[in-house]
């Protein structure tokens, strides 16, 4: 084994960080082991250096991140401070100071990750990030690499716990939204602003790197459609069940049916009970992917927390550093065949639409004749008189977002085939302009099927 | 893009390599573009070359695999025959004439994979093998790559595709073992002679190479605990379905509570049906991974089957081809912690133990007694008169297995605490002892607690 060590460089040093710096300190024998040389790790980057930081050697403490970068007998440097700026200054100066690095940034590698992949390239350094999608979950690498000779076809994931956690809460105790969300907030899964997760902010990045990887074609932030999960009832919830499904919010990265272009996108939708993902519970991740040879694999872990954050950056660490003996990168990034997005319009899925109508004859046959006026074709529709009382209490339920009124009104379930979204939103746009229908009441996607 | 193509020589061409074929011919242009190199098949070694083989080349066909190997200019070499001699030698002659290799050969990675691991190291080329544990599913990679700066502690998989599917059966009809294996056998998923699978050997050798990768240590098939499924009953799954479990065939590597061994062992066991791996149907796989940082991991998908193991393979030949373009080689054997691998009396577990006992006081305390003696704690103990009739049918089956004879008899269903399996078996081996005890029906791990 080599005995002179090679230098670790940490920007930011909060729950992530100050994991790495404990397993790089109480696991060093067994890391230097596995890379073929000790590990030092050589400053930490914070901007208050005066906090207490327990197991972090105080010594190693600055707060000037870019002369640390610029130290040029830094082999690697682990970022794990998140945002764009000045973390992006900070990694091309770090490829260009002759440093490897290791990211756990999920926003800048789906805002800019190309350029930062060409800057890695051009300064013969690695760039990994691992620990961006998915926490401890093996992903990237097995996508990138295990996967290297198959063809995605499809990426279906759970990749926020807070939002699983609020949909598992909702499920499991038919609480409402803001009831699931204060649970998961008072239990520290959400933030004290939790627009990055419920509105798929987090999520949106995380498809743009697995869609980038998965199909060999650049992906931004801005490429990939996105809903929130603000608008979901305890009505959808159960509605959901009735079906033989759960609400679920997922990160959906697919190949078109020609094969000639890709989508991404985020956003709530009913899968069935019987698909690996209806299972994953609390604040756990899933990754769910279709490959031509592989067939339907999947991978489950924990998406988040210092812990298994760090053990994907460590990972990470080592493969950068036995690179760096060897004097070789690894995998970079493959964008070759530079498939165009497309637009949500040109996603092919299914619709489960909730109206409130007037509870007269006829109005079914219209509704019907919208549906085909825009090629839509339904699978099933359930209809449920309001006045009539009793029986189907859930169907009822699915009329809660539109009140209750007196005097003939009706809640019509609808599941349509699979159609273009484009066409399908088509279809409900001009539902609400019937006189029969007196308010869409929830509209959500049916996938995994 | 380099234009000189990377030569790769198949060795074997059933049901894997046919499809690794296919692959490299219609997938040719994706997988130069992902290589940085075009890939050409230089030749294929099968021991019946006029076999009609759909898409593979005729002129390729040849019956002399270490001509073939002994080239010179092949740059990888994947082998699909599968056994010890003579693929080991042709494998070593690769290495000695300068190719990587690929392969699928769980049984000589299991018997022999260290000397395998020095021989590529010492000619500079590598050895790949991620299609020998569970088909598909990233595994290998993910345990020596992304998990190198964890510390794994256990892996408890679903290795085996025909054991999972009888169980699986057994399960859903209430099948017996004999009637599933012959689904089983109709159905492909088991072949004539299934003793590989059903034996546990096969999956003996997968948890030989998966002990070995996770702990960094050297493990043979030789060091791995085996029982076969063969003598599981329908009375075994109804009773574990009472008390919320279901029976899976397990390899289980386990690091020791003082870390200071480890063991591999393949038995059926009884595992929780909250646990993640209790849903796995059919002929799937999936590993449960858990490590110190990372937490609880599941990797899921077919285990088996000509495309699956081709994507693992051919994932394995992208990196090889990788390697050789950058003049490098990836990451080797691990076996720096050189760990001892302790005798399965060591291993610390749990009984479900059924007994078919003389009905009549004082029983349970003499069964009790013998477990006191032996240091085992019991957990629970469910008692059930044969006499009364009636009452708890799925109790009464459990003694299937001594049949039912007149004049007061019982059954007692003891479940056990953790203890080590030496003082488990030999609390049986006293129990059986006993005048009152007429026979031991079954006796099954509890497991994924």
Redesign the interface.
């Known amino acids: 084994m080599r005995t002179r060590p090679l230098k670790v460089a940490l920007l930011g040093c909060g729950v992530v960080g100050s ?1 790495v710096t404990r ?1 790089l300190t109480t ?1 060093a024998d ?2 230097a ?2 890379i073929g040389a000790p590990v030092e790790l050589a400053g930490i980057a914070v901007r208050r250096p005066h906090r207490v930081r327990e197991g972090v050697p105080a010594e190693l403490l600055t707060t000037d991140a870019t002369a640390l970068v610029k130290r040029g007998d830094i082999d690697v440097v682990v970022e794990v401070i998140g945002g764009i700026e000045p973390v992006r200054t900070l990694i091309t100066t770090a490829f260009e100071h002759g440093a490897s690095v290791v990211s756990a940034n999920k926003a800048l590698l789906a805002a800019d990750g190309a350029n930062l992949h060409a800057r890695a390239v051009e300064n013969g350094v690695d760039l990994y990030y ?1 620990a961006a999608v998915a926490g ?3 992903l990237i ?2 996508l990138r ?7 995605v076809n499809r990426v279906l994931g759970i990749v926020n716990g807070t939002t699983n956690f609020i949909l598992d809460k909702m499920d499991s105790t038919g609480a409402g939204y803001s009831e699931a969300l204060d649970e998961a907030t008072a239990l520290g899964y959400a933030e004290a602003d939790p627009t990055a997760d419920v509105e798929g902010f987090d999520a949106a990045a995380k498809a743009a790197i697995l869609a980038g990887i998965a199909f ?1 074609t650049r992906v931004t932030i801005d490429d990939v459609h996105r809903e929130g999960l603000t608008e979901v009832t305890a009505g959808d919830i159960a509605s959901a069940r009735k079906m033989g499904c759960i609400v679920k919010m997922l990160a959906i990265c697919e190949r078109s049916a020609d094969g000639r272009s890709v989508t991404a996108r985020v956003h709530p939708a009913m899968i069935p009970l019987s698909h ?1 993902l209806a ?1 994953v519970r609390e604040a756990y991740n899933a990754v769910f992917v279709e ?12 998406g988040a ?1 210092g ?2 954050t ?10 950068a550093c ?1 690179n760096k003996l ?1 004097a ?2 690894g ?1 970079g990034e ?1 964008a ?2 530079q498939l165009p997005v497309s637009p949500m319009g040109d996603v092919v899925t299914r619709y489960h639409i909730s109206l409130d109508v007037a509870d007269k004859p006829g109005v079914l046959a219209q509704v019907a004749t919208v549906f085909a006026e825009h090629g839509v074709s339904i699978d099933t529709v359930r209809q449920q008189s309001r006045n009539q009382g009793g029986g189907d209490e859930g169907a009822v339920e699915q009329g809660a977002g539109g009140g209750r009124r007196e005097g003939g009104e009706a809640s019509l379930v609808v599941v349509t085939h699979r159609a273009q979204d484009a066409a399908l939103s088509a279809t409900v746009s001009s539902l609400r302009k019937l006189d029969t229908v007196r308010g869409v009441a929830s509209i959500m996607r049916v996938e995994g099927e």
């Open positions: 994991e397993i696991q067994d890391l082991a596995r691992e401890a979950i093996p690498r097995p690499e295990s996967l290297a000779g198959d063809k060999h690996p299972s490959a031509e040879a592989a067939g339907r694999l999947m991978f489950y872990g924990r927390g812990a298994p760090a053990s994907a950056v460590l990972g990470d660490l080592v493969a036995r060897a070789t990168t995998a493959s070759y065949a």
